[in-house]
Structures are given as structure tokens and as C-alpha cells.
């Protein structure tokens, strides 16, 4: 059975941090990627970052890169969204799903996704 966990989401204040946590199960390390997406009140879903946890390679939307980090501890299976500098318009729930490991640069799409995980809320205050 297939299991993405996602947690730490929160309210924080524009400018600081959070670190989201993907605990995943079910899914092979080598054989899917792991994206992060977000969807805020009234909008479409949209992919936020993705990393190939084959050699690491990391994907971001224009509208985080710089201020978001993503990173996987294959150990604990486990990937990890830090996110600084946040404004208010990064509030939303964020999600994370399993993407095909060839499909890892086209993550954003989300008919792409074969596994969603339950979200999470973040709430940035102005």
C-alpha cells in the first residue's frame, strides 16, 4: 500500500521558515520521484518543486526558486520541502505525490501524479 504522509505545516509570519516532511511508503526510491504541490483558495493546483531521488536532481517553479529547498534522506525515505523567505501568497495546502521517476522534470503536470498524500495547511500572515 502506497503512503505519502506529508507534515509541518503551520502560520508563520511573512519572512520566515517552515520545513515540510514527505514520509513515504509503498513507492520505490529508484522508480518514482517525489514533487510537492500546493493549491490555495479558488486556484488550480499548482506544482511547487520536485526531486529525482535517483541522482538528486531538483525542479523548482519560478515563483519559489531561491527561497524554496527540497531534499530526500533515502534512510528514512523521507523528502523534505525547506521553504524560507515566505510571503503571503505562498499560503495554501501544500501536497506531496509520487511522480514516475522519467517524467521527474515534468512534475508539474498533475495528471502526471500516480500517488496524491494528504495535505498539509500553510498560512503565511502579512
Known amino acids: 500500500e502506497v503512503q505519502l504522509q506529508a507534515s509541518g505545516g503551520g502560520l508563520v509570519q511573512a519572512g520566515g521558515s517552515l520545513r515540510l516532511s514527505c514520509a513515504a511508503s509503498?513507492?520505490?526510491?529508484?522508480?518514482?520521484?517525489i514533487g510537492w504541490f500546493r493549491q490555495a483558495p479558488g486556484k488550480e493546483r499548482e506544482g511547487v518543486s520536485c526531486i529525482r531521488r535517483t541522482d538528486g536532481s531538483t525542479f523548482y517553479a519560478d515563483s519559489v526558486k531561491g527561497r524554496f529547498t527540497v531534499s530526500s534522506d533515502r534512510a528514512k525515505n523521507t523528502v523534505y520541502l525547506q521553504m524560507d523567505s515566505l510571503k503571503p501568497e505562498d499560503t495554501a495546502v501544500y501536497y506531496c505525490?509520487?511522480?514516475?521517476?522519467?517524467?521527474?522534470?515534468?512534475?508539474?503536470?498533475?495528471?502526471?501524479?500516480?500517488?496524491w498524500g494528504k495535505g498539509t495547511l500553510v498560512t503565511v500572515s502579512s
Open positions: 509503498g513507492v520505490t526510491f529508484d522508480d518514482y520521484a
Open positions: 505525490a509520487a511522480v514516475p521517476t522519467h517524467y521527474s522534470e515534468q512534475y508539474y503536470y498533475p495528471k502526471l501524479v500516480h500517488y
